[in-house]
Structures are given as structure tokens and as C-alpha cells.
């Protein structure tokens, strides 16, 4: 799981009021290379909650993110490749996603999340 | 990458081993999905540099097809996680990162509309009626700028209603009927296969 999908998911427990973002707990990760797409980050930057980014990159040892960010910074090259690969190279691989209201654990294995709810959460 | 190119990768896929029928699982197959998401790119450009959802994904054929076609970021999203498996295998085997979760379509939360473009071939709605219609009101929720669905020729004004009257859309076309093969895959199934007529929608949101 990339923090690009981290960044856009939400804890849809009934009665919850702001399950956003889901705090990451991670055990295992890998990063893998992609070519880097300036315009894809320019659109993308904008709808990217960046508090969100900074902290799961911080979860998994990538502390290379200023704490804020504004579209400024998109001009200079550097700061295009940290986002980039703190957006789109990082992989979860085993941890769990935490619902920040209710403590709530949706586990990561083999990458995949599992959102699933109980009946009773729903 | 050429649409010959993408027919003939999906048609690598492996497909469910043991399907279940309460969900629908029916593959996509090459010929239709590879010509849904050629279409998509080539004729609309939903796809290239795109961040791309495909809900009920099964093994994984839309989204697979999406990421071929150059998608910056693919979500592919089923209950089953059996299939999960499956679709992450294939994903693997032709070396594309995309991201899986596991969960029901209807109970996932999302923040912000950072999906570009839903592709999705719903439950048809046969088995539990209106889960079709449940997957094309939330992909119109999520999706910012087009969804990409296959619905039954025969349920055409009905899901033209839904979509424009209940849902909003600001267009629902009909881009081509296509014949979707369905193998003989569970035992009420009399006939070794069916075509069934199938019509490929683009909707704005």
C-alpha cells in the first residue's frame, strides 16, 4: 500500500465523526522505483492532506518532509522527488491502519489492507 | 502499448479458482476489458497519469489493464479476499504496482476526491438486485472526472435513470454493446457458455 492511498482513506465506522487519517503502524515496508512525474504531482499536490503524508512517511522512517508545505516548493526539484517518493515509492507491506477515534485496527498483510467492517460497525 | 498488446497480457491472468456465486464472479474478459480501457484512454484520455479506482476488481483484470495504459496510481477494491490474492499475483507476475484493499464497495470511507476515473464491471444485480446500481452510485461519489462501468443491454433506461435522475450525472452514453462470454461456471449454469449482450457506459460525474 502506497501513502498515496493512505492519504485518501477514512475510517466508515458508524458514530464515527472524523476517522481521518487512519494513524499507520508499520512492521515492514519496501520501496520500489518509479519515474517521476512532475505534472501527475503539480494536479495531485493541491487535494494532498500534507500533515497526513509527513507523519505515515515519518512511520516509516522517511523523515525527508518538511512538516508544511505550499505549491510553492512544487518549483524546486528537490522537494518534487521527496514527495514523489514519499507519495508513490513507499509500500507497506505488514502493519495495520488505527481508526484515530476508536482504536480500531484494519491489518496490512502481504500489502493489501483490510478494511473490512463487522456487522455491527456498519 | 498497442490494444492487441493489452489483450493478449490480460489473457494471461489467472482466473478465480473457486468462484463464489453470492458475489458474481464472473471474469472480465481480455477482448472486453482490454477495449473498455483502450477506449477510456484513447478516446477520452481517463487513464495515462491518472489516479485510477476499479471496484470488485476480482482477479484484478481492470485495474491490471488500467496500469498498462500508463495510470499514475491504481486502487483495485474487492470483499474477496481470495480474489485479492489472485489479482495481486497477477499484478505481480507482470510487474505493476497496484494497490488492493480488501472491503465492501458500499462500506469504504474515503476523504477527498483524489480518484480520477472508476473502472468497474458490478455485479450485474441478478443474484442480489440492485447491487449494480449500489456500485454505480458510489463510483459517481468517488470518481472526479469519468466512470467506466458494464451493465446489461437489458437494464439500458434503467440504469440511464439512475444515473442522470438519482445519481446526478452530468451524462451517462452507451460507447458500445459488447458480448460478455460467460463460461460454465457454477452448477445452475445449463449451457457450457452464454453471451450475454452487455453495454460499455462512460459517465461524468
Redesign the interface.
Known amino acids: ?2 501513502l ?2 493512505h ?6 465506522i458508524k458514530g464515527v465523526s472524523n ?3 487512519l494513524r499507520l503502524e508499520a512492521e515492514k515496508w519496501v520501496e ?1 522505483e ?1 519515474e517521476l ?1 512532475a ?2 504531482l503539480r494536479g ?1 499536490f493541491p ?3 500534507w500533515k497526513a503524508l509527513a507523519g505515515a512517511a515519518r512511520a516509516l522512517g522517511y523523515n525527508e518532509l518538511p512538516d508544511e508545505a505550499d505549491a510553492s516548493m512544487l518549483d524546486a526539484d528537490d522537494f518534487l522527488r521527496r514527495f514523489h517518493h514519499a507519495l ?1 515509492e513507499l ?1 507497506v507491506e505488514e502493519g495495520a491502519l488505527v481508526c484515530p477515534e476508536t482504536g480500531r485496527r484494519f491489518p496490512i498483510n ?8 463487522h456487522e455491527d460497525e ?1 | 502499448m498497442k490494444l492487441k498488446q493489452v489483450e493478449g497480457l490480460l489473457g494471461t491472468l489467472q482466473q478465480f479458482s473457486n468462484p463464489k456465486v453470492e458475489l458474481e464472479q464472473y471474469p472480465t474478459g481480455p477482448h472486453i476489458a482490454s477495449r473498455l480501457l483502450y477506449m477510456a484512454e484513447s478516446t477520452f484520455g481517463d487513464i495515462s ?1 491518472k ?1 485510477v479506482a476499479d471496484f470488485g476488481c476480482g482477479c484484478g483484470t481492470l485495474g491490471i489493464a488500467s496500469a498498462l495504459l500508463g495510470a ?2 491504481v ?1 483495485s477494491i474487492d ?1 474477496d ?1 481470495q480474489a ?2 489472485i489479482a ?1 499475483e497477477n499484478a505481480a507476475d507482470l510487474e505493476l ?1 497496484i ?6 464497495i458500499k ?9 480520477n476515473t472508476v473502472v468497474m464491471n458490478p455485479p450485474f444485480g441478478t443474484r442480489k438486485k440492485g447491487s449494480d446500481m449500489g456500485f454505480l452510485t458510489i463510483a459517481l461519489k468517488v470518481a472526479s472526472e469519468a466512470v467506466y462501468s458494464l451493465h446489461k443491454t437489458t437494464t439500458r433506461d434503467h440504469v440511464k435513470r439512475t444515473a442522470l435522475r438519482d445519481c446526478n450525472a452530468k451524462s451517462a452514453e452507451v460507447l458500445c454493446e459488447l458480448k460478455f462470454d460467460v463460461p460454465q461456471l457454477y452448477k445452475f449454469h445449463k449451457k457450457k457458455e452464454v453471451d450475454i449482450a452487455v453495454d460499455l457506459w462512460r459517465f461524468v460525474p
Request: hydrophobic share 40%.
Open positions: 500500500m502506497r498515496l492511498t492519504n485518501m482513506l477514512s475510517c466508515n476517522g481521518f487519517p520500489k518509479v512525474n505534472d501527475f495531485i487535494k494532498i492532506e508513490l509500500h502481504k500489502g493489501i489492507p483490510n478494511m473490512l467492517l456498519v | 497519469g489516479v499514475e496510481h486502487i470483499i479476499s485479492l490474492e495481486s504496482d494497490d488492493f484493499i480488501c472491503c465492501d462500506n469504504l470511507g474515503w476523504r477527498g476526491q483524489l480518484v
